[in-house]
């Protein structure tokens, strides 16, 4: 999807994005200026990435490049993968905000995308809230960063017999992030370098009867109202809602 740099945001209906101007909508029949970005713009985009907004269902591959796999472009941080192509980021000026797709990170980074300067100048004064990655409790890790540490299909729900194939759960949870939520996995024990997870902790604005057909597929105990650990998720993410769902 093209759009040209700071023209008006209208690629999705959505009221606090009204007046937004486009940054980092590339295409392939389109041009676009190449150039050097600093590493501490590309890590506050970063850190912007793992608080996405207009999460979609779908992922948008870039078209420069064969790094696309079925989940978009996948990087890797000290904070888990992250899948790139399916969500946006917001950078806002004292008179105006900016609205890039994720994929802005990997433009950038591989393919030396320099994106207009006004931008890049609210980008250096914007104070980025990472206290997601600072202030998750412990013993609770990020979905994607899980699944990087687990080695077979036992170390999730290591109780639940019969046990699905872990990629099964992966893309059961990559489809629930798609709709926005996100996936926190209780990592119970490290067991020669891999994870065990007996419960997950999802951070979303839906209602808990959304997750209650997702936990009677894997043979969890149903979704349930989070402890003090999800109250601090919901205040480090913003969301108006945490639920567990446990496996004994």
């Known amino acids: 999807m093209y759009y040209p740099d700071l023209s008006l945001y209208e690629f999705l209906s959505d009221p606090r994005s009204q007046g937004a101007l486009n940054v980092g909508w590339l295409d392939i029949g389109h041009p676009f200026t190449t150039g050097t970005v600093t590493e501490e713009a590309l890590q506050k985009i ?25 989940m978009g472009v996948e990087i890797k941080s000290i904070h888990g993968t992250i899948a790139l192509g399916s969500a946006e980021i917001r950078v806002k000026a004292s008179d105006k905000t900016y609205a890039a797709p994720n994929l802005i990170y990997h433009y950038i980074k591989d393919h030396q995308y320099l994106p207009p300067n006004e931008f890049l100048v609210a980008l250096e004064n914007a104070v980025v809230d990472d206290s997601l990655n600072q202030n998750i409790p412990g013993g609770i890790i990020p979905a994607g960063r899980f699944f990087e540490l687990a080695t077979d299909d036992y170390c999730i729900a290591p109780n639940l017999e019969p046990h699905p194939p872990l990629g099964v759960f992966r893309e059961a949870i990559a489809k629930i992030e798609q709709q926005g939520a996100r996936v ?8 020669d370098g891999a994870a065990i997870c007996d419960a997950l902790l999802i951070a979303t604005d839906q209602p808990i009867d959304a997750f209650n057909e997702f936990a009677a597929e894997f043979g969890a105990d149903g979704a349930q109202a989070g402890d003090g650990q999800s109250r601090k998720l919901m205040e480090c993410l913003g969301r108006p809602n945490v639920w567990r769902i446990p496996w004994d």
Request: with cysteine; hydrophobic share 35%.
């Open 46 to 70: 970063l850190k912007l990435c793992m608080l996405p907004v207009n999460q979609t269902r779908g992922f948008h591959d870039c078209q420069f490049c064969g790094k696309c796999g079925e």
């Open 184 to 191: 926190f996995c209780e990592v119970a024990d490290i067991d």
